[in-house]
């Protein structure tokens, strides 16, 4: 009777974690490369077992061993070789050429995990966007930017979307922090956001202010001359923090 295979017959499946992937790759391209460079020699079995040794090696490093995948992608420095004189050099370069296979066929896997995971990362950020109750002036700036991936940018157009906003209600023909220290002065503000009645409500003036300006500052000026590469979650947390402000921009009053 043959043997029913159970669970336990079967090693584990490998855990990568997702940082930990491009670092993987990087180190099995290392490998392939070096397959890749490997030419016959006298010694073609000596060379087959060193070869053999550091690929497995790294193999078990990325994969654990003793996993299925380390089983998978393991090669065998005896398929390199062959006892018949005339086709030692095939053998050793068929070898070779399985070896490269495999090791491709690890990248490729690892690759793969990498982009969906990438891919149900970018979803689920850009549900979480679809799901906020932007500001309008806000949104109409940035929502298509930002659903075709272009992050840096609709992060930059939603805060010039804010400084039009901010010319429009004070009526200043001013520009960025110039603008909103202006628009927003504790001292002598065009736009405040309470009666300013007491140290208290100059405070809150003083702080809303320097928000205005910084999101000008630190938002909209490095992306516009290109500094900055926005992630979508990140820019997803600028562009509330912009819409809020225009949010509270409305409220504002012209003393």
Known sequence: MAAVL???????????????????????????????????????LGIAKVVANKVNTTVDEVFGEDTQ??????????????????KKVEAFNRGRDRAIASIEAAIEGLAEKLADANEDAIGKTLRAYQGLALHAEIARAAS???????????????VKALNALVRLQSGLELDG??????AFSPGNPILKFNDL????????????????????????NPRAHGFIHDDPERALEFIAFVSLLAKLLDEAKRT
């Open 197 to 220: 009645s007491d140290q208290s409500d100059r405070d809150e003036q003083l702080g809303f202010m320097k928000m205005f300006s910084g999101a000008v500052s630190g938002l909209r």
């Open 144 to 158: 298509e930017l930002y659903r075709d991936g272009h992050y840096a940018n609709a992060v930059e157009a939603s």
């Open 6 to 44: 159970r669970p336990e017959n079967f090693p584990p499946r490998a855990y990568i974690a997702l940082a930990d992937i491009p670092s993987a790759i990087r180190k099995l391209t290392r490998r392939l490369d070096e397959l890749k460079g490997l030419a016959p020699d006298a010694d073609l």
């Open 177 to 182: 922090t110039q603008l909103m220290e202006r």
């Open 69 to 86: 995948e380390a089983r998978n992608f393991h090669i065998d420095r005896l398929s390199f070789w062959t006892d018949l004189e005339s």
